[in-house]
């Protein structure tokens, strides 16, 4: 279903009226974690000025250590909702457990399954069903191989409203939190009709690699980015290490407005 052999054109998957597919390159930004309303309408703020679309925040945060923060749940859910009303930007936001699908689909405008729960086939099968757009992240030790077939799984209950996020990957290299693969964006574009963009913040980890990163996946032709953005990094209850600053934003802008022509896209 999401093979290009079957369907030669690359898709554009619409969220809350917002494209992001080949004829554009769409900004996704905000908070990592949702925390209080106002550090989430100006992270929101911020996002918008540096030309992002869609509004992202974590409410349900899947942690490495269990006694790290874990989101704010429901509450977060109706945080992201009012400053939705405040800003325009539509929401794109986690769900982790196939529990909380519906919940979560009923507040969200696109439903994200991140890295930790890219092989959770009871997690991808409930999101195909719930009637919401899907951004599925790359499981950080998955083969290409192994995503498309994830993604293959919430298509298969009937939702082909699927972008796929490299975020990079597991290697030997600890120089970075994990290593953007880059090259995945133009194989994943040859192998799946599905867009294809790159979160810089994660893969990275650092502050300092997000706009590099960024350049990098909007030179090979990715179809978007989500970025983390926070008004108070050093406050910040999950990865402030890695989240852009009002002073990056006009540089992130700039990333934005200069992409290079649409050639090769297709
Ligand atoms: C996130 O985007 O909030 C996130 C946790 O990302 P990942 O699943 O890529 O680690």
Redesign the pocket.
Known sequence: LVSRENHPQRSTVTVRGVPIGPDTVTLIAGP??VETPEQTLEAALMAKAAGATLL?G?AY???TSPYAFQGLGEKGLRILAEVREQTGLPIVT?VVDAHDVALVASYADML???????GNFALLQAVGAAGKPVML??G?TATIEEWLMAAEYVAQRGNLDIVL?E??IRTYEPATR?TLDISAVPVVQRLSHLPVIV?P???GGRRDLVLPLSRAAVAVGADGL?V?VHPHPEQAL??GPQALVNGDLDDLAAVMRDFPPLVGRT
């Open positions: 990592c974690a992202r974590g945060k899947p942690r986690e994200q399954v991140g890295t930790r729960n890219a992240k790359r950080m996020c975020r990079g994990n979160d913040s994660h893969s989500i983390d999950c990865d």
